[in-house]
């Protein structure tokens, strides 16, 4: 699972879909120190919480996240939970470089969740995923980088919009060449657009304020 975003889909479904995606995020980014700016960061210790505020910035490796609000909490392991939120008019968003290649894979939701021990991350609501030139819609997305596998569906929060309502998965898929890779003529000349990848531990290289 190496090359472009490649979806099991029919565009427009109004049910589920789970769709292969041979998208695979830089392994280095494992290693690396996460690093989190916010014009307000309040922490928590007894309940291992960590609320970050106002124009976050989330920086690992390559991998960035941007978000109004991202609230990290702290499992009995070590392991951390991220939850990212934005305004009504700007929703948070990630990106990561992909192993190996000089891309990156994007997305979108009014609300963002990422397991790190689970390595799964979830958008919710107004949903967004692109990788290459290939992307999906839906109001909800669950990937797992264990399988590298997307979930995709028309209803909030897994499920199946109502019939009538309007909602249904849209996806975009690129013709590709025999070797899997994107057709010469529909290579970008720029690739631009995110897997989530957890942290161990999380430095904040600003001023925090404990309360």
Do not use: C
């Amino acid at each position: 699972m190496k090359h472009s975003l490649r979806l099991a889909v029919i565009a427009g479904i109004a049910g589920a879909m789970l769709a292969a995606v041979p998208a695979r995020a830089e392994k280095a980014d494992r290693d690396k120190p996460v690093n989190i700016e916010a014009d307000r960061v309040s922490v928590d210790d007894v309940k291992k919480v960590q609320t970050f505020e106002g124009n976050v910035q989330l920086v690992k490796g390559t991998l960035i996240i941007r978000a109004e609000r991202i609230v990290v909490t702290q499992d009995d392991d070590g392991y951390q939970r991220g939850v990212a939120t934005g305004t009504a008019g700007v929703l948070p968003r990630f990106r990561q470089k992909r192993e190996g290649l000089d891309e990156y894979i994007e997305g979108e939701g009014e609300r963002i969740e990422h397991d790190a021990k689970a390595e799964k991350t979830e958008f919710f609501n107004r949903a967004w995923v692109k990788s290459g030139l290939d992307e999906v819609r839906g109001q909800f997305i669950s990937y797992d980088a264990l399988t590298e596998k997307y979930f995709v569906t028309s209803g909030p929060n897994g499920t199946r919009a109502q019939p009538g309502s309007g909602e249904r998965v849209r996806a975009v898929i690129q013709p590709k060449s025999k070797d899997g890779a994107p057709a010469a003529a529909s290579r970008p000349a720029t690739a631009i657009t995110p897997t989530l990848k957890g942290a161990q531990s999380i430095a904040v290289p600003r001023q925090e304020a404990a309360q």
